[in-house]
């Protein structure tokens, strides 16, 4: 390797410490839906969002007067405000709010990846601000995927090849991880016609047998937001990226909230 | 899912255990060097392979006399009689005897299956064989990637591809699974130039660095043998698979030991 930056990506949370790199930016991914949620409710104005991972915690907040979005298995926990689906996250729902958030993947993902230098999170909403948040710092990558109860996960594995993919175009990073090498493959395969390749997802059908899967475009939806979310503490915290010529090149869907 | 049997690639053993299902077979593969290692002995008449998991127990049986392969990290171990180049098992060497076997991954994964209705050893020396015995024995398969300590490796991975087409072309085996559709691209990308492509993996540097690249191409090629090892209490042995007219339409490669 020369003098570039690295790219890892873990296709699943079971894996991570094989992967962890303490000087590592990780980038978590759960596309459906936990982090295309996040970008959703900062694109929308939310203040902080607290991911917790367990029920127990999630309900201690909201018990302290917290809006909570928690959910299981794509269902919603009883206690709580709203659940997984982007489709909550409205800017009337949210703005300037403080909103702590559980689920099944993506939320264990982020904390499980805490001890590296700084944990962000991804989604095709945010895919070219992250792109140029990750290039300005000039460090290390380790995408994340959430992947299923410690399974591996298509479209997860896709968006982190769509983003390895774009730091590598980037010149800045290199890689000699098999994994990323797949992924770079799977894009490569599905890039061309993304919402039809997601449709043999596994959480595809999981969404649909609880009529949820309404989300899946948006959620494969390129830069709706300029707006990254960043681990501070134990808060998620917006920062805005400055958007530049590349982001304005990317063919935006039309899909908005 | 229909009437059909399934197909489940698990990446890395990590994760073995939301795999496993006792009905099925588990296909063992780790093409770069031991499932094709494997392959070439029982090609060259070995009599019987004795996996074992540890070094402690390599060294007692070669204290009791056993003729021993064992490697670490691609080296041999000072007490054994040979590596796992699958040109160390030559006929000279290893006809009519009983080998006990030891390696960095693929023994380990061999022992993690044992539990499954039957275990058999996979590689592209013996692909159209053993796709003709799956098919015979008609029930679900579960394609178990020995990686490399715990992480995804592409060659693995990549010939779970090759065989999950080869299962889904018969018209038996369907799938729900996201790591079978992800194989099943990547050899989709790969197959029309495999020996380029597997240069990028990262057990071709592994190699290399000990000058042991030289098997790779050899490892990858296809139908040399109609023999695939079964696992029977503790021991691999030989099943000779009768050949058919789908196994002569193969192209096989001129690689030879």
Redesign the interface.
Known sequence: MGSKNSIEVC??P??YS?HHNPEAIVVVVDILRATSAICTAFMNGVKHIIPVATKKEAKEYKNRGYMVAAERDGLVLDFADFGNSPYNFTRNKVENKDIVYSTTNGTNAIHLASSCYRVVIGSYLNISSLTQWLVDENRDVVILCAG???????ED?LFAGALSQKLIDSGLYET????V??AL??W???KNDLNNYIL????K?RLAKNGLDDVIDYCHTFDLTNVIPIMEGNLLKPYLVESNNDLNNITCQNHKL
Request: proline share 0%.
């Open positions: 296709f699943t079971a894996i094989l299923w109860k410690n399974r591996f996960s298509l594995s000699i991880c098999d994994s090498h797949c493959d799977i490569k395969v599905a043999k997802a596994a959480q059908s």
